[in-house]
């Protein structure tokens, strides 16, 4: 059966925005646990993860908030930001999927150059130093430095994950942007249906 009453609408509007609500505190469970395990030093790659959770979480609650309690002005502001959010998302994960190969690598060259604690950290966890070569005057804290031995560049090791990891963010971020303009969907349906428990002549 379609669901189209008010309680199923409500239920679903909740039900989506407890998912949004897991996965903000996941992404900023993650980001403390890669700080706290040293995995990542970048504070930028930390801060921009951590900022996507609070958003995140703050649209969810903004959404439950709303839903709960049939709220108009909240729920039209959820459905506005949703439907941005959406926009942008949507136009992210494309191109993760359009990217070839070559616009992987300067892709990837230019956040080399712009980000020197997450190329440090690039270099300790992949045992890697230099992005296409190494100059013996850069710092590297890769582990065949310290042992004398030879040491590989980072381009060809990154470019084995480049492209699965780009894919898996381009199918999340679609996954996550059809869940959202569903959930346009469901608060613009929600908006307009009348709550059977108040006064039938009355639209909240």
């Not at 309690?69 to 930001?81: E, P, S, T």
């Not at 349906?189 to 059977?196: E, F, G, I, L, T």
């Amino acid at each position: 059966m379609v669901c189209g009453g008010f309680a199923c609408s409500k239920n679903c509007l909740c039900a989506l925005n407890l998912l949004y609500t897991l996965v903000s505190l996941l992404l900023i469970g993650i980001a403390a646990w890669g700080i706290g395990f040293g995995l990542i030093s970048s504070l930028r790659v930390v801060g921009v993860v951590i900022a996507v959770g609070i958003f995140l979480f703050l649209i969810a609650l903004v959404g439950l908030i709303g839903a709960v309690k049939h709220h108009q002005v909240l729920l039209f502001f959820y459905m506005i930001i949703l439907l941005l959010v959406f926009i942008v998302q949507f136009s992210v994960s494309c191109a993760c999927l359009a990217l070839n190969q070559e616009q992987q690598g300067q892709l990837l060259e230019v956040g080399w150059n712009n980000t020197a604690s997450a190329r440090n950290d690039i270099q300790r966890n992949l045992n890697c130093c230099g992005f296409r070569s190494f100059n013996p005057n850069d710092t590297c804290l890769a582990s065949c430095v310290k042992s004398g031995h030879p040491c590989s560049p980072c381009a060809p090791i990154i470019g084995e994950y480049a492209g699965e990891v780009l894919r898996f963010v381009g199918g999340i971020g679609l996954f996550f942007s059809f869940t959202e303009i569903l959930g346009v969907w469901l608060t613009y349906r929600y908006r307009n249906q009348k709550d059977p428990r108040a006064n039938p002549s009355a639209f909240l």
